[in-house]
């Protein structure tokens, strides 16, 4: 069974940077994934913050940037703001039979 | 703008069929593929289905297979989840979500609909 593992909770302190990271139980997250990051605040639905590993959706600041990060996709906030504070997703494309696999979220906190 | 309107959430009996719809505006609707996705009360997201931009190919989440199906009518510039021999489990908010051409495989989910509410209870 695949398994996409993102971080359950992370901390960074207003103004701060934080890179949030989205894995494979088994193998390496390459751009063959087209990692997408999504933020996500309670009763709202998921806005769309990076696709295709690093491009930034229109009208996203340019302090989120994505990567990847040794064998992960990753999330950089840069200058984290109080309401960066969300639950953020990343979801991996992963081929014939599986297709899309949403990690289960990291919720962010600022203080 | 891109806009996605979702529609067909309520209250159904286990067992029983629900069919989603999900108006999509500001775009040309025939040049993107499009999905579902939901999300179960307090969980994450779950991908569900997708489409092509012509509507010849599909795709199934496991959950799924054999019971839900995805279509597109491109007169009506709207999505469709046949949603058949529900379960307690598929109680969730579902989302339609637009990619990022015609081709499904491989694109992000990247315009998303506010959702609408099935719950699937007795």
């Known amino acids: 069974q695949t398994v996409v593992t993102q971080e359950p909770s992370f901390s960074v302190s207003p103004g701060g940077t934080v890179t949030l990271t989205c894995g494979l139980s088994s193998g390496s997250v390459s751009t063959s994934h087209y990692p997408t990051w999504y933020q996500q605040t309670p009763g709202q639905a998921p806005r769309t913050l990076i696709y295709?590993?690093?491009t930034r959706s229109s009208g996203v600041p340019d302090r989120f940037s994505g990567s990847i990060l040794g064998n992960k996709a990753a999330l950089t906030i840069t200058g984290a703001q109080a309401d960066d504070e969300s639950d953020y997703y990343c979801?991996?494309?992963?081929?014939?039979?599986?297709?899309?696999?949403f990690g289960g979220g990291t919720k962010l906190t600022v203080l | 703008e891109v806009q996605l309107l979702e529609s067909g959430g309520g209250l159904v009996q286990p067992g029983g069929s629900l069919r989603l719809s999900c108006a999509a505006s500001g775009f040309t609707f025939s040049s993107y593929a499009m999905s579902w996705v939901r999300q179960a009360p307090g969980k994450g997201l779950e991908w569900v289905s997708a489409?092509?931009?012509?509507?010849?190919?599909?795709y199934n989440a496991d959950s799924v297979k054999g019971r839900f199906t995805i279509s597109r009518d491109e007169s009506k510039n709207t999505l469709y989840l046949q949603m058949n021999s529900l379960r307690a489990e598929d109680t969730a908010i579902y989302y339609c979500?637009?990619?990022?051409?015609?081709?499904?495989?491989?694109?992000?989910?990247?315009?998303w609909g506010q959702g609408t509410l099935v719950t699937v209870s007795s």
């Open positions: 979500a637009r990619g990022l051409g015609r081709a499904a495989a491989g694109t992000g989910w990247v315009s």
């Open positions: 295709s590993t690093n």
């Open positions: 489409i092509s931009g012509t509507g010849g190919t599909t």
């Open positions: 979801v991996l494309y992963m081929g014939s039979g599986i297709y899309w696999v």
